[in-house]
């Protein structure tokens, strides 16, 4: 069933306490969007006046208008929901109007555009602001008093989701901590209709200042970030699993210091590093967010950003060795025609783009470089994101990002293919962010609900890298979650 045209957009007038102690009720209008496809409310939906007032609905989808002197006064509020919104008037402005007054509850309705659902914000404060401001009953707040968070990984450790982030940002400097945030929380069992928001209540691991503290702290090498990706559990020698990582430890996007392999110590509760590897060494080590395979009569691990392209023995003795470390590429004189090897670097996404536009690759050959399917003749050039098996559609399901779309970093497509490393044909957009980045897009398996028809994927939402100067309040620098229900007719021309 395709989404609803339209949905609600609720304004109810209520009294908020001012801050203080006793202090006068300050009147609000409550503004609430429901997306009418699920009667839901859709968070990250940007309300503004004409005169520059600006509203942003929580993860209840509401907002607290607290502007009295407009109340009684018909008001132009356009609407910008990311993947939502009204159809224009006559001008081609994306609006409603709107005539305030207590009592008078107002509702008008919007559309969503993306087969992908947007369910909330999973990190930062203030996630149901408006909803407590207006008297609703709302979730208490999270531990590890963060307020913003970047690039999730997780898996399953232990009978618990081990959840990491990148760097944090807090409220009281500008300046965070950038040696990884980590986190738990139970293994949810969703059923459809749960909410998946309470099922997601991370518990931080914390300083003794109530602040997040360094999951992978290096005491050793002081100097610089440190990034993790590639997590996941392997056996070591004993047969006892571990959680390991890819590490990272840079002066920034461009420069790497050094990186390795780390390992956790349950003790400790933080990575240790077990292994260093030159700067050098591009692509013999995890990364990513791995998927365990059987191919050749073995259990692998594969890597890649996001199609799979690099594989190494499932064992902790393998990953730690760069010579059990094979690459998936194209042969050189036959660029259609993939194989696993140790001697050259993986092929993905932009290097087949590379073929493409030196006429060295018919494009109905693609691996990783699917058809858009509105859009044949273009071609979807892939950003970081994940391939997992999906027990529903019996099929390896891609949700990744895009570079240089629409947007530069704000796209998420879906794709599907027999195995985990396609090839992928035909991508359908699911997901868009309106002069805004989503980016280090992630499926989580472990949240998968109706044997897999419906799954969920988060992704950083900010204003970095999109060119745009203003940050969303409170959501910048956060993860957001979406739904996607398998069977949305949409992504029919996605099925090989």
Partial sequence: MSPAPFAALLLAFVPVPADGDGGAAVRAAEIRVVDAATGRGVPLVELETTHGVRLVTD???????????????????????????????????????????????????????????????????????????????????????????????AAVYRDRVRWFWGDTSRFGHPLGMFRTAAATAPVPDLQPGDDVLNALRYDYLTDDDGFVRAAIPLPDRPEGVVWIDGLCVVPDETGEDRLICHYSRRKGLAEELDHGVAVWDDAAAEFRAVSTLPTSERWRHPKTHPIRYEADGRDWLLFGAPTPNVRVPATLAAVLDPEQYEAFAPTADAPSVWRWQTEAPPGDSNAERNLLDAGRLDPADARFLPADAANPAERVRLHSGTVRWNEYRQKWVLIAGQ??????????????????????????????????????????????????????????????????????????????????????????????
Avoid: M
């Avoid at 402005?93 to 559309?111: D, I, K, L, M």
């Avoid at 890298?465 to 069977?487: A, C, H, I, K, W």
């Fill in 59 to 153: 993860n209840a989808g509401r907002a607290a208008f607290a502007e009295p002197e407009l109340f009684g006064t018909e008001l132009w509020l356009s609407v910008r929901g990311h993947g939502y919104g009204v159809k224009p008037d006559g001008f081609g402005y994306e609006g409603v109007r709107v005539t305030p007054a207590p009592g008078e509850p107002v509702t008008v309705e919007v559309s969503r555009r993306f087969p992908a659902e947007r369910v909330g914000r999973l990190t930062g404060a203030g996630r149901w602001r408006d909803s407590a401001l207006l008297g609703h009953d709302a979730p208490p707040e999270l531990n590890g008093r963060v307020a913003g968070q970047d690039s999730v990984q």
């Fill in 403 to 496: 570079i240089d779309g629409t947007s530069h970093l704000g796209e998420v497509w879906y794709a599907e293919a027999d195995a985990p490393t396609g090839p992928f044909r035909t991508a359908v957009k699911i997901a868009s962010h309106d002069r805004q980045t989503f980016y280090n897009v992630c499926h989580h398996p472990f949240l998968d609900a109706a044997d897999g028809r419906t799954i969920y994927f988060e992704g950083t939402f900010t204003r970095d890298f999109s060119g745009n100067p203003e940050q969303v309040p409170r959501y910048n620098y956060n993860q957001l979650l979406y739904r996607l229900d398998l069977d949305a007719p949409a992504l029919g021309a996605a099925q090989n």
